[in-house]
């Protein structure tokens, strides 16, 4: 329960942020003809345009070619992955099928020589389940390290397009975000993957990316 403590405290914050902008842009029209005027009135204002912005990231993250990237390069690791333990258990399978059809058949020299085959396909599997847990570990840590790199990417982008636009908040849509409800009005998110897109180029699927051009 701890743990949702942050996330409450930045949304009072938020909250409290929007409401000092609105009574900030709207300060010197409702001292004159709006005084008094309800702040509930102010909200539902069209007319009133706010410095801050929202960005779909489940829309980002489909069309930022830098994402594709990323995405692709998680898909071959995972399908290598996948391969390699096919393969080591397709041989698992073979090995033990030859087990037992040569100890139905008494093609085995001694009961010792039956047993060194059977401990063999028991270490065997063994290894495989290491190798398992090990290319699962590295598809995670490969996971984690590309979606830093993505947020750390989008991140500095952001600072970048933000110049000369006047925001002064952008909020993410995610679920975990304090955007709960926005106007469609604040949503840039399309004009935020056009200058992502521009700043990295077309998606390059074919090649591992190493990090977004500079």
């Known amino acids: 329960m701890k743990n949702s403590t942050p996330y409450i405290v930045s949304g009072v914050l938020a909250v409290a942020l929007i409401i000092l902008y609105i009574l900030h842009f709207t300060s010197g029209r409702s001292a004159g003809s709006a005084n008094g005027k309800e702040l509930s009135l102010l909200l539902n204002d069209s007319s009133i345009t706010l410095p801050i912005a929202y960005v779909n990231v489940d829309s980002l993250l489909m069309n930022y070619n830098f994402a594709k990237d990323l995405n692709e390069s998680l898909l071959r690791k995972e399908e290598s992955t996948r391969a390699t333990l096919n ?16 100890l139905r ?29 090990r290319l699962t570990q590295e598809f995670m840590l490969e996971q984690e390290k590309l979606n830093i790199q993505m947020e750390d990417t989008v991140k500095a982008r952001m600072i970048e397009f933000s110049k000369g636009k006047h925001y002064e908040i952008i909020f993410s849509n995610r679920t975990t975000s304090t955007v709960l409800y926005a106007d469609r009005k604040y949503d840039i998110t ?25």
Do not use: C, D
């Open 190 to 214: 399309e004009e935020v993957i056009a200058f992502l897109n521009e700043r990295y180029g077309p998606a390059t699927a074919a090649t591992k990316p190493e990090e977004e051009k500079k």
């Open 87 to 102: 393969q080591r258990q397709n041989q698992i399978n073979s090995a033990a099928q030859e087990f037992e059809r040569k």
């Open 105 to 133: 058949n008494n093609a085995f020299l001694s009961q010792e020589r039956a047993q060194q085959e059977q401990e063999r396909i028991l270490q065997m599997n063994q290894e495989y389940q290491q190798l398992a847990e």
